[in-house]
């Protein structure tokens, strides 16, 4: 089957030939590709999925590399095939912006999120097709035009409801360092992509491959089989793990079951009577109030490293500084701004195919179902996919008119409320403990579809607010 050569045993055979020369050999620092998801699972998929491995085979020979990010997507095959699609196209084929631009806006919009493993990997592909080395000792070092582009990313990774259409002729009017239309839509796309991808990384524990900065250590191994980094994020020894898992599976047994019962109870209501339009929007904004008072992780300060926050500027501004001062979120109608109705055509307009890639990527997110609940089969999950998406449209102030906000208390339990506004808010927090609280009883694929949810509605929220603002320019 194919996988990558690091995580071959033939490979450490080979090292440790190449040690009797007295060569230093590196060795991987984590246990595979996930802190939070042990490596067979993520290994096995290649090998009993024929079309996850010829994706695998198609991404090496483009790349030649197969990143962590891949294989722990691998566990969706339909969607990693279409995110592969998308973000070969923003990075390589023709568009508005020259190769270097591309990767220093995915090093820009990964560090506000202190996201070390994204930076790291476009570094590299930066200086690949021949960026400035200058430019990476901070924002200051890079053109004017770039620099410009700063206030863009920290608005739209923290508050993108701030964003207005000021901002959006400020980047469009400054004289010899403008942008235009078309490079703007293509540095848009490429912040909001690499803001939900930081989100995605934190969320499903993705560590740093063998060659990459922090993914690999001289040292050799202990003789307790430990190493430091190990312990720190909580990955210890498998029948340790499988202990704790048995004591938590008795302990949150029946957990899907309720959970479905739920499901069940909604679909009558909803059958028998509808809300009026007035309380339909009182349970939106109630629900939009209660997710700003939702804390996020332990919300202890993360002091970003030197290393990742010379790439952005401010680094204090975030999500939650606003929510404790209790600063309003105003409601977004999609009614009067949606993806499907305005973004998408304004996308298409202006930087051809890459609409229908994000759409097609949109709707897979979304309507991705093995019709499975954990142990369960047959089930329609549809209601459940869509409380979540909603949920965290709802936390960036989105509103859908036809949609019953009651539902997602019903179905979103609080620790569950916390990974999701952790991972989409300040995905730098999110912790193996949290991953294992919610949805005890899953599968750790459900998990990474959860995690695909999340990624994709964060990425359409934050669009829907800068290309809402773009067309306010425009008009």
């Keep these: 089957s194919f996988i990558p050569p690091a995580l071959r045993g033939a490979e450490g055979q080979k090292r440790s030939r190449q040690s009797d020369f007295g060569v230093r050999i590196p060795r991987p620092l984590g246990n595979g590709p996930s802190r939070f998801i042990p490596e067979k699972e993520i290994l096995q998929v290649s090998k009993v999925d024929p079309r996850t491995q010829s994706i695998f085979e198609d991404a090496f020979a483009a790349l030649g590399r197969l990143d962590n990010i891949s294989l722990v997507m691998g566990f969706h095959p339909q969607y990693l095939e279409s995110f592969l699609r998308t973000q070969h196209y923003l990075l390589q084929m023709d568009g508005p912006l020259s190769l270097h631009y591309r990767h220093y806006i995915g090093i820009m919009a990964a560090a506000r999120h202190q996201c070390s493993y994204l930076v790291n990997l476009h570094v590299n592909d930066f ?18 035009k770039l620099q410009a582009l700063g206030e863009l990313n ?3 990774a923290h508050r993108p409801w701030l964003l207005t259409k000021a901002h959006i002729e400020h980047l469009l009017k400054a004289e010899e360092h403008s942008w235009s239309l078309a490079e703007l839509i293509h540095a848009v796309v490429l912040l909001t992509h690499y803001h ?14 063998i060659h ?5 250590t001289f040292r050799p191994p202990s003789l307790s089989q430990y190493c430091v980094c190990d312990i720190a994020n909580g990955n210890g020894h498998g029948h340790l793990e499988e202990r704790r898992g048995n004591h938590q599976v008795s302990e949150v047994s029946g957990e899907v079951e309720v959970l479905m019962e739920r499901m069940k109870q909604l ?7 509808e809300a009026s339009q007035e309380e339909m929007a009182t349970r939106f904004e109630r629900e939009k109030t209660e997710s700003m008072l939702v804390a996020t992780a332990e919300d202890e300060e993360c002091v970003p490293s030197r290393d990742v926050s010379r790439h952005f500027e401010d680094p204090s501004y975030g999500y939650k500084d606003f929510s404790r001062r209790g ?4 409601t977004f109608r999609v009614q009067d701004y949606s993806w499907e109705d305005h973004g998408y055509s304004l996308v298409n307009r202006l930087y051809p195919d890459v609409g229908q890639l994000l759409d097609e990527k949109f709707q897979m997110a979304y309507n991705l179902t093995y019709n499975t609940m954990a142990m369960h089969k047959d089930v329609d999950t549809t209601m459940l996919r869509r409380a979540i998406w909603n949920y965290i449209h709802c936390m960036f102030g989105i509103r859908y008119d036809d949609y019953d906000y009651g539902e997602i208390n019903q179905l979103l339990d609080r620790s569950f409320k916390v990974y999701i506004k952790t991972m989409v808010c300040s995905p730098e927090k999110t912790t193996k403990r949290m991953y294992e609280s919610f949805w005890r009883q899953f599968q750790h694929s459900e998990k990474v579809h959860v995690n695909l949810l999340l990624m994709e509605a964060r990425m359409q929220a934050e669009l829907l607010y800068a290309l809402r603002a773009i067309t306010r320019y425009m008009t």
Excluded at 267 to 273: G, K, L, P, S, T
Excluded at 327 to 330: R, S
Aim: proline content about 6%; glycine content about 16%; aromatic content about 6%.
């Design 267 to 273: 679909q009558e209501c909803r059958d028998e009577e």
């Design 212 to 216: 990459s900065d922090g993914g690999h």
């Design 196 to 209: 939900s991808l930081a989100s995605f990384t934190f969320g499903c524990g993705i560590t740093p491959e």
């Design 154 to 156: 920290k608005i739209l």
């Design 327 to 330: 600063e309003h979120v105003p």
């Design 127 to 144: 200086l690949q097709v021949g960026g400035d080395s200058k430019w990476l000792n901070g924002l200051d070092g890079a053109p004017q």
